[in-house]
C-alpha cells in the first residue's frame, strides 16, 4: 500500500490534486456510509482508493510482496482484497468500496478526459491557491543529519579533480549521497 502512494505522490506534483482526490474520496466515502453503512470507520476503503488509483496509473510497475515475490502493480488490489478474504477479515466490504470510489475517481478525472475530452473533476482554485502549484521538494532535515556533505563554498561539478597517487583512490570522481 505504502508503493501505491509513493506512486501517487510522485506523479502528482501538484499538492492541490492530491489533496482533491482525497477530499472527494471522503466525501463519497460519506455519502456511501449515509446511505449504505459498511464501516463505522472509513480509513480502510480511503486506503483502498489510494492503492486502487496508484496502481491504475502505473500498472506495469512491478510490486514486491513482502520481499518473496513480485508482481505487476494492476494485479495489487486484487490480491489485497483475496488476503482479506482469505483470512476472513470483517473489512472486506470497506475495501471493495474502496476499489469502487478508487476506480470512480480515476474514470472522472483521467479515462474520461482522454477518451472524450471531458473534464468532469477540477481542482478548486481556492486548492491552488491555498496549496500552490509545482514540483514537490522534500524538506532538508533541520536536526543536522542529512546525508548531503557540507557545503565548503566549492560546488561539486566545480571543485578542482584530486591529484592523482599511487594509492588507491576508493570513491573517487564520484557524486555524493543527496546531490544529482
Same mark, same amino acid.
Request: hydrophobic content about 45%; some cysteine; aromatic content about 12%.
Given at each position: 500500500?505504502?508503493?501505491? %502512494?509513493?506512486?501517487?505522490?510522485?506523479?502528482?506534483?501538484?499538492?492541490?490534486?492530491?489533496?482533491?482526490?482525497?477530499?472527494?474520496?471522503?466525501?463519497?466515502?460519506?455519502?456511501?456510509?449515509?446511505?449504505?453503512?459498511?464501516?463505522?470507520?472509513?480509513?480502510? &476503503?480511503?486506503?483502498?482508493?489510494?492503492?486502487?488509483?496508484?496502481?491504475?496509473?502505473?500498472?506495469?510497475?512491478?510490486?514486491?510482496?513482502?520481499?518473496?515475490? &513480485?508482481?505487476?502493480?494492476?494485479?495489487?488490489?486484487?490480491?489485497?482484497?483475496?488476503?482479506?478474504?482469505?483470512?476472513?477479515?470483517?473489512?472486506?466490504?470497506?475495501?471493495?468500496?474502496?476499489?469502487?470510489?478508487?476506480?470512480?475517481?480515476?474514470?472522472?478525472?483521467?479515462?474520461?478526459? &482522454?477518451?472524450?475530452?471531458?473534464?468532469?473533476?477540477?481542482?478548486?482554485?481556492? %486548492?491552488?491557491?491555498?496549496?500552490?502549484?509545482?514540483?514537490?521538494?522534500?524538506?532538508?532535515?533541520?536536526?543536522?543529519?542529512?546525508?548531503?556533505?557540507?557545503?565548503?563554498?566549492?560546488?561539486?561539478?566545480?571543485?578542482?579533480?584530486?591529484?592523482?597517487?599511487?594509492?588507491?583512490?576508493?570513491?573517487?570522481?564520484?557524486?555524493?549521497?543527496?546531490?544529482?
Amino acid at each position: 500500500m505504502s508503493r501505491a %502512494l509513493v506512486i501517487i505522490q510522485a506523479e502528482e506534483a501538484e499538492p492541490a490534486d492530491y489533496v482533491f482526490m482525497l477530499l472527494f474520496g471522503a466525501l463519497v466515502n460519506i455519502v456511501i456510509g449515509a446511505i449504505y453503512p459498511i464501516a463505522p470507520f472509513y480509513s480502510g &476503503s480511503l486506503i483502498a482508493m489510494i492503492m486502487y488509483i496508484g496502481c491504475k496509473r502505473d500498472p506495469t510497475n512491478m510490486v514486491s510482496i513482502m520481499g518473496y515475490f &513480485s508482481i505487476p502493480a494492476m494485479y495489487v488490489p486484487m490480491l489485497f482484497l483475496a488476503v482479506q478474504i482469505v483470512t476472513a477479515q470483517a473489512n472486506y466490504l470497506a475495501t471493495i468500496q474502496g476499489f469502487m470510489i478508487g476506480h470512480l475517481y480515476y474514470f472522472l478525472a483521467e479515462a474520461v478526459p &482522454s477518451v472524450h475530452g471531458k473534464t468532469y473533476l477540477v481542482t478548486p482554485d481556492f %486548492l491552488i491557491s491555498k496549496l500552490g502549484i509545482g514540483e514537490y521538494t522534500p524538506p532538508r532535515p533541520s536536526n543536522g543529519m542529512d546525508a548531503a556533505a557540507p557545503n565548503r563554498g566549492l560546488n561539486a561539478r566545480n571543485a578542482p579533480a584530486p591529484a592523482p597517487t599511487s594509492r588507491h583512490t576508493w570513491g573517487s570522481g564520484g557524486q555524493a549521497l543527496g546531490r544529482s
